[in-house]
């Protein structure tokens, strides 16, 4: 089992910037990659950005690519996603999630509101 707690969400202007983080527990050393995910309301859960821990591939969603980095700890503990220029579209929950395989996630945070006003 891997244990996913989100932190750093809030309420910000447009163009201002947010630190997200999730601290990781348990098995880390199963997870072959994590990523971050986001659902705003009414609509499905989206992709934002993943890493991978063999290669350290790191991937983006069109939407806020040259906006947002993802990075880690570099011991599989703790995930952020540094939210750069953030826009009212960018509001939704923020979930962490952590991969035991290659393309599905198996584990999910509570998730963290990220509010962006116009």
């Known amino acids: 089992q891997v244990q996913l707690v989100e932190s750093g969400g809030g309420l910000v202007q447009a163009g201002d910037s947010l630190s997200l983080s999730c601290a990781a527990s348990?098995?880390?050393?199963?997870?072959?990659?994590m990523g971050w995910f986001r659902q705003a309301p009414g609509k499905e859960r989206e992709f934002v950005a993943a890493i991978t821990w063999i290669g350290g591939t790191i991937d983006y969603a069109d939407s806020v690519k040259g906006r947002f980095t993802i990075s880690s700890d570099g011991a599989r503990n703790t995930l952020y996603l540094q939210m750069n220029s953030l826009k009212p579209e960018d509001t939704a929950v923020y979930y962490c999630?952590?991969?035991?395989?290659?393309?599905?996630?198996?584990?999910w945070g509570q998730g963290t509101q990220v509010t962006v006003s116009s």
């Open positions: 999630a952590a991969a035991i395989s290659y393309g599905r996630y198996n584990y």
């Open positions: 348990g098995r880390t050393f199963s997870s072959v990659a």
